[in-house]
């Protein structure tokens, strides 16, 4: 299966917080910068599992933006930019102590990907995965539409992650849930899951998706992941391990459940 992956590529500067914030003053941290992204993380995370995937994106007329597209390239992924005459997308991620996350994204030439930029790329058999930033966000909202389209018209299978809540919230879960028809594959955590069903528990949130979606699975961070499947609820239990950070862990997660076969199975027998 050739995996096509259409979204954003950023420069993570991340932001290692020693103790909590002390707003208006000077605070002890580590600051690091890597490649990221949701879509750019997702196709990196592919490439561990022996994969090729295609990514296009957009970056600017600028060295950084060269710089990531020669770093995935090297990990293996097959990189389709589109250089525009703005800047490269950046997010600050805030890394508390605990290993949780607060960002600060600016799109940046992501906001410039092409609506037509995967026409001439996908075949029957292809799985297509989409920002879900792509959606939420309404300069681009045109764009991951014309992808699901060209996704289902061309016979390929297709993935989002919603990526946040907040987002959710301002386009509205209903405008959400239809523009999301068709979609095989939902990704989403445990608050996006709430958000989007408008239920208060992850257990029946799960349940509502399945009623909407082939497979959708709810990521709950400690707690693992579940999925609803003939009429149960299927929780796997995460791995034990030291929080360092949860940044790019749900792409990671994502590359895992598109490239797992274990995904397929659920697919074709639901």
């Known amino acids: 299966m050739r ?25 002890r941290a580590t600051i690091e910068f890597a490649g990221g992204g949701v879509s750019a993380n997702v196709a990196a995370w592919m490439t561990v599992a022996g994969e090729r995937p295609v990514l296009h994106c957009a970056i600017g007329n600028d060295v950084i933006g060269d710089a990531l597209v020669a770093d995935l390239t090297r990990q293996g992924v097959d ?7 703005g800047v490269t997308g950046a997010v600050v991620a805030l890394v508390h102590p605990n290993g949780e996350r607060t960002m600060f994204p600016s799109a940046g030439a992501n906001s410039e990907l092409p609506v037509d930029v995967i026409d001439m790329e996908v075949n029957a058999g292809d799985h297509v995965h989409v920002s879900g930033y792509f959606l939420l966000r309404e300069h681009s909202r045109a764009a991951a539409l014309h992808y699901f389209a060209i996704a289902k018209e061309r016979g390929a299978t297709l993935s989002i992650d919603v990526a946040s809540a907040r987002l ?42 399945a009623r909407h979606f082939p497979v959708a ?46 995904s397929t199975r659920l697919n074709s027998s639901h």
């Open 3 to 27: 995996y096509l992956i259409a979204g954003d590529l950023m420069l993570d500067v991340l932001t290692f917080l020693e103790d909590d914030i002390s707003y208006g003053d000077d605070n």
């Open 79 to 85: 990189v389709r930019a589109v250089r525009s005459a």
């Open 217 to 262: 699975i709810v990521k709950l961070g400690p707690d693992g992941a579940c999925v609803w499947v003939h009429n149960d609820l299927l929780t796997v239990a995460a791995e034990p391990s030291e929080v360092i950070s949860t940044v790019g862990a749900g792409d990671a997660f994502d590359a895992a459940a598109i490239v797992d076969r274990k």
């Open 168 to 209: 959710i919230e301002l386009m509205g879960r209903q405008a959400v849930l239809d523009a999301l028809r068709g979609v095989d594959l939902l990704l989403c955590n445990e608050n996006e899951a709430m958000t989007l069903t408008g239920l208060s528990d992850h257990r029946s949130a799960a349940e509502e998706l």
